[in-house]
């Protein structure tokens, strides 16, 4: 399936999607291109904010854009990578039977399944600023992150906990 129906999914049955993801097989490329993906779609969102930020502050939007890039690109990638050694770490301490792929996969894609969420946040940041309503997204999109990532964790760790969905 493309990523754009699997993130709508997402939405729907998030274990389904988790689920076959992981019977594709484990490929640290798709992995890695998921998680690159959502970094650069996550740098794209930041851009109304620091457009807006640089445009009452003043400074240099190239500079402020170039730190967001290498953020994005070049730092939370190693943390997300971290992020999910830990996540597993503690799969295996309470007993879950995944594996070190299956915790890449599900936090990888559990943040670009949350990106449209993220985009809506940046777009508030930019046009709206610091209010209520910049809160209540970034509110449900932390809300939609954690819970695609802790139903594809739960998938990864204990596969059959619940029915099994067949891919389709």
């Known amino acids: ?12 049955r ?8 992981l019977s594709m097989g484990q490929r640290e490329d798709r992995a890695l291109a998921i998680l690159m993906g959502a970094c650069l779609v ?12 640089n445009h009452i502050e003043g400074g240099s939007l190239e500079r402020a854009m170039t730190y967001e890039f290498l ?36 936090l990888f894609w559990a943040l670009l399944a949350a990106t449209p969420m993220m985009l809506l946040n940046g777009l508030v ?4 600023g610091a209010s209520p309503a910049l809160n209540l997204v970034g509110a449900l999109w ?12 739960r ?5 059959n906990s619940s029915e099994q969905v067949s891919a389709k």
């Open 142 to 153: 932390a809300i939609a992150f954690v819970t695609f990532w802790i139903v594809g964790w």
């Open 71 to 106: 953020a994005w690109m070049m730092l939370w990638p190693l943390m997300f990578y971290g992020i999910a050694a830990l996540a597993r770490l503690i799969g295996k301490v309470i007993g879950g039977k995944g594996t070190w792929f299956s915790a890449r996969i599900t």
């Open 155 to 159: 998938a990864a760790e204990w596969p």
């Open 42 to 53: 996550t740098f794209f969102a930041q851009l109304p904010r620091l457009a807006r930020q």
């Open 1 to 12: 399936m493309p990523v754009t129906t699997d993130i709508v999914q997402m939405y729907r």
């Open 125 to 128: 940041a930019g046009f709206i």
């Open 14 to 21: 998030p274990r389904a999607v988790v689920q076959r993801l």
